[in-house]
């Protein structure tokens, strides 16, 4: 799963680690992109993507669109 935005839209912020709840992800993406400025319109691109498939793909989807911070202070 790659980012869907071009250019490519990221969450400054920690990558998630697999089996994390469902209600973490969401509510990590929710409060990260409510801080970060993102759009309505982007979250829900996101979270359509989201609900296609099982979890593996939503994981996936969202962790897609983070930058983690030591990536982010090295440009």
């Known amino acids: 799963m790659g980012n869907l935005f071009d250019p490519p839209l990221y969450i400054i912020g920690e990558k998630l680690s697999f089996g994390a ?7 990590f993406f929710y409060r990260e992109t ?9 979250k829900e691109k996101v979270l ?3 609900y ?12 897609a ?4 911070m030591d990536e982010e202070v090295a440009k």
């Open 21 to 27: 709840s469902v209600a973490d992800l969401f509510g």
């Open 34 to 42: 409510d801080k970060q400025g993102w759009s309505k319109w982007q």
């Open 65 to 68: 669109h983070i930058k983690p």
């Open 52 to 63: 296609k498939f099982g979890y593996p793909h939503l994981f996936s989807a969202i962790n």
């Open 48 to 50: 359509n993507e989201c």
